[in-house]
């Protein structure tokens, strides 16, 4: 198994009780006879693509949605099953699920970590009930602590929790009280997704924000929220490790880490992406095409040219914390990252945006860097 190379896989379940009012994924509600349906041609897809990866051993799986909690627990044992049975699943595998407060019992939160997953994240975005009812949430903050009690009861250690700030009413005080009931749980958790709402077009927020019935915080208070996370999460010892996740020591999510250092990954399910051997391919996302031909129907494929490569190990490497490893860069590409990007480099360096590490090794985002970190990462796209 040495010899083999590390894979991720990722497996999207579409499914969702109802689409929150914020969400632009491929998701949608489904009758118990079309979830049992893709369930059947997913585990098909395994099977018949499985061959092509002899060569890898899996380290991460993690199936998303959608609201995977939606589809029987029975279903998601099998495809662990079924992972286990077509793939080389290396022993420390992390092997994550996402699930939504109102979609799980404590039962069924036993049968997941039996079957073998051994991460779980919790969406709960706000501990504000009128703001989750804004943005179209179907639970409570009272549901949610019952899923968080169920999930230690049931042996999960490796816990994330999603929050969101710059929700339509949300306040800086109401979002650092979300945030500071968080770590004052007795066992809080040991891993915190914190995204800033973002407006996209077809979203019920986006429709009811042109009609101007929605009212969001201005700009200054999103960026307080922002600071106020790193602020607050890193003194009670969360390590921001990348731009809007944090973790305790140990527990930052390796399969993303996999994304952003553009480790190797299969997408299972319709409108799943994959990167294998420099070439980035996705399933078509037509529901009753998967359903007749899981394996058959690719949406696009593109073999990326060098050029792209070294755009992608920049702007997904520097959305860590710990930034771009310049020996690795010179490794791949036979140059240094400095010849290629050299005058981005300085220019950004001389704008306080980006530091070399003190050891030199690394190229990352400073403070402020971090903060703009869009408009630095799109000055290394060719």
Not at 373 to 381: D, E, G, K
Request: proline letters at 3%; charged letters at 25%.
């Amino acid at each position: 198994m040495s010899g083999k190379r590390n894979l991720e896989l990722y497996f999207h379940i579409p499914f969702c009780v109802r689409k929150c009012n914020y969400c632009d994924f491929l998701s949608f509600s489904g009758d118990e006879k079309t979830k049992a349906s893709y369930m059947d041609a997913l585990f098909r897809e395994v099977r018949e693509k499985a061959g092509n990866y002899t060569d890898y051993q899996v380290v991460s799986v993690f199936v998303g949605g959608g609201t995977p909690s939606v589809v029987s627990e029975r279903d998601m044992a099998a495809l662990l099953s079924t992972v286990r049975e077509c793939f080389v699943l290396r022993e420390d595998a992390e092997i994550t699920i996402e699930v939504n407060p109102g979609t799980v019992t404590l039962e069924k939160l036993k049968e997941y970590r039996k079957a073998g997953f051994n991460r779980l994240s919790i969406g709960l975005q706000s501990a504000d009930d009128g703001e989750l009812r804004q943005i179209g949430r179907i639970h409570t903050y009272g549901q949610f602590l019952d899923t968080y009690g169920w999930a230690l009861d049931a042996g999960f250690e490796n816990i994330n929790v999603d929050i969101m700030s710059a929700l339509p009413g949300q306040s800086l005080a109401s979002y650092v009280t979300t945030l500071k009931k968080l770590i004052s749980l007795p066992k809080p958790p040991v891993h915190i997704s914190a995204y800033s709402l973002i407006l996209e077009e077809g979203t019920v927020l986006m429709d009811r924000y042109e009609r101007g019935e929605l009212v969001l915080p201005d700009e200054e208070t999103d960026r307080a929220m922002y600071e106020e996370t790193g602020r607050i999460l890193e003194d009670h010892g969360y390590h921001r490790y990348e731009i809007s996740n944090y973790a305790l020591p140990g527990f930052a999510c390796r399969h993303n880490v996999g994304y952003w250092t553009r480790t190797d990954y299969v997408g299972f399910g319709i409108g799943a992406a994959s990167l294998v051997g420099e070439v980035r391919f996705r399933n078509d996302a037509d529901l009753a095409g998967y359903l007749e031909d899981p394996s058959g129907r690719e949406a696009d494929r593109e073999e990326l040219t060098i050029e792209q490569q070294m755009e992608e190990t920049m702007f997904l490497g520097l959305r860590l914390t710990a930034g771009v490893d310049r020996a690795a860069f010179q490794t791949r590409f036979k140059t240094t990252v400095e010849k290629v990007y050299g005058d981005v480099i300085n220019a950004n360096i001389r704008d306080g945006l980006l530091r070399y590490t003190d050891d030199g090794e690394r190229l990352c985002l400073t403070e402020k860097g971090l903060s703009l970190s869009n408009y630095v990462m799109a000055q290394f796209i060719f």
